[in-house]
Every structure is written in structure tokens, then in C-alpha cells.
């Protein structure tokens, strides 16, 4: 069970939300409080992971995630306007399950899990300047972090 919950995409897209459904349904005396228009954003954020993992795959190999790094940058696609448009998609789809189910406890996640993205972020992009070098950080330097034209 250990095992599990260290990858990212099962916390994120199953043990999160089925976490705050239990919650939520325990607080709420067995009933929801739903805000469905939200839940496009859920699909966003897991369409948004799922695409952009594989085209990362396919356009500069490696593995799904970082354990096994790509062998080519991939400044194209999705990654020429963010350099984390995965871990962006986990923190979309975790907004979407905050606002559609009113969770302070999936507010909660989604805070402590975009701070863990950012400091997890911090230390992909040393490993991935090493591995790639001078057209990594030029890379670096023209497409930001997380928002498009913001950080």
C-alpha cells in the first residue's frame, strides 16, 4: 500500500478524491453538497496530465515520470507555453474537486500538494539541466515555470 501512495497519479486521481468523498459524506451525515459546473475542471486537469505525459513520452522519451528522465527536451506542444503542464493538470483537477464537492479538506490537498509540486519541481529542473544542459536552461529562461506570461 506504501508503494502506491508514492505515485503521484493514484494519490492525485483516486486516493484524493475517494479521501474527501469519505470525508465530506462523514461531515455531511451521508449527503453532498455537489457544484457539478466544476466538475469540467476535473476532466481538464486529468485530460491535461494524460495528454501531456504522452506526448512528453513520445517527444522526448523516458518514462512517465521523472524516475526515468527524458532523453531530449521538449520545448513544443503544451511545452512551449509551461514547463509542468503535468503536475499543472494534477493541480486543475484537484481545484475541480474542491469546488465541486465545497471541500475545505480537498482545499487543504490541493494547497499542501501545489507546494509539494513546486518544491519537487525545484529539484526536477537540476536533475533535468544536468541531464540536458545548456538547451534546458535556455528553455528555462523563455517558458515559465508554472502560468503562462506569469511565473
Not at 486529468?46 to 515520470?65: A, E, M, T
Not at 494534477?90 to 494547497?111: D, M, N, P, R
Request: include cysteine.
Amino acid at each position: 500500500m506504501v508503494s502506491l501512495l508514492r505515485r503521484t497519479p493514484l494519490r492525485t486521481f483516486v486516493f484524493y478524491p475517494l479521501g474527501t468523498l469519505f470525508w465530506e459524506l462523514f461531515l455531511n451525515k451521508g449527503g453532498l453538497k455537489l457544484e457539478l459546473i466544476y466538475l469540467p475542471l476535473m476532466l481538464w486537469g486529468f485530460l491535461q496530465y494524460r495528454l501531456c505525459g504522452s506526448y512528453r513520452i513520445k517527444h522526448g522519451g523516458g518514462g512517465p515520470g521523472l524516475e526515468t528522465l527524458p532523453d531530449r527536451l521538449v520545448a513544443t506542444g503544451p511545452y512551449a507555453y509551461t514547463r509542468n503542464p503535468m503536475y499543472l493538470g494534477h493541480i486543475i483537477f484537484l481545484i475541480g474537486l474542491t469546488l465541486t464537492l465545497k471541500s475545505y479538506f480537498a482545499a487543504l490537498i490541493t494547497v499542501a500538494t501545489a507546494i509539494w509540486f513546486h518544491f519537487r519541481v525545484l529539484g526536477d529542473e537540476v536533475k533535468l539541466a544536468e541531464r540536458l544542459g545548456e538547451p534546458y536552461t535556455d528553455y528555462t529562461a523563455r517558458v515559465k515555470r508554472w502560468i503562462p506570461g506569469l511565473f
